[in-house]
């Protein structure tokens, strides 16, 4: 079966320090990879997405970046990092085969606090 | 740009109760997910409907989809305390791409 992990779950860091997410996914190859963004009581907003290695779209102009070096490895990342960069970031995956018609699969997120 | 918006946002029932969530949208659409999302985790995928499916169903939800207003319902029958979390309804266009809503927040009282 399928699994995505998402790490680390919490993590605390001072404003002007670099950020490095990783996202993994096992049981699937060729998937298509998320990230997605959450404020306090809100939807999730699309940061980036990627359909193979190497391939990464923006969504929104910010102050992250991503990328995928291996098929089922995203990666998000700030060199230096905001105070408006707190919030819940979630990885998702989903496959290809009919893509439009695919379900999304979340891991279980990590929390960025910026101080 | 958030396309679909849930209604209401924050609904309290008594466990045993029915739910009803309503989701509505704005351009046309491939399909319509319903998603929950459990305090400090991950989305969990609940249903997905196609835009020329009217209602879809599994175990205890139920989902309509009315394509000529832009909205669609998310029935959990029979609600449980552990229906307790946030529902979000996403939409899918051309793009592939999920558009989230903002959630509506449930409460199952025991």
């Known amino acids: 079966s399928q699994t995505i992990h998402q790490w680390p779950a919490t993590l605390v860091q001072p404003v002007g320090s670099p950020l490095s997410l990783e996202c993994t996914v096992e049981?699937?190859?060729?998937?298509?990879l998320y990230w997605y963004r959450q404020a306090a009581g809100r939807g999730l907003q699309l940061l980036f997405y990627s359909v193979g290695i190497g391939q990464i779209s923006s969504e929104v102009p910010q102050n992250l970046s991503a990328s995928r070096p291996q098929d089922r490895q995203f990666i998000l990342s700030s060199k230096k990092l905001l105070l408006s960069d707190s919030g819940f970031y979630l990885c998702?995956?989903?496959?290809?085969?009919?893509?439009?018609?695919?379900?999304?699969?979340f891991g279980d997120g990590t929390r960025l606090s910026i101080l | 740009s958030q396309q679909g918006e849930e209604d209401p946002q924050a609904l309290s029932i008594q466990e045993g109760e029915n739910a009803t969530m309503n989701c509505s949208y704005k351009t046309s659409i491939n399909n319509l997910q319903w998603y929950r999302q459990n305090s400090g985790r991950g989305l969990v995928h609940l249903i997905l409907i196609r835009s020329n499916e009217r209602e879809k169903h599994s175990g205890r939800l139920r989902v309509t989809l009315d394509t000529s207003k832009k909205s669609s319902s998310l029935l959990i029958t029979a609600s449980r305390a552990a229906d307790t979390a946030s529902y979000f309804c996403a939409t899918t266009g051309a793009n592939s791409k999920l558009t989230f809503g903002k959630g509506i927040t449930l409460s199952v009282r025991p």
């Open positions: 998702a995956w989903s496959g290809k085969k009919g893509a439009s018609n695919q379900p999304q699969h």
């Open positions: 049981g699937t190859s060729n998937p298509n």
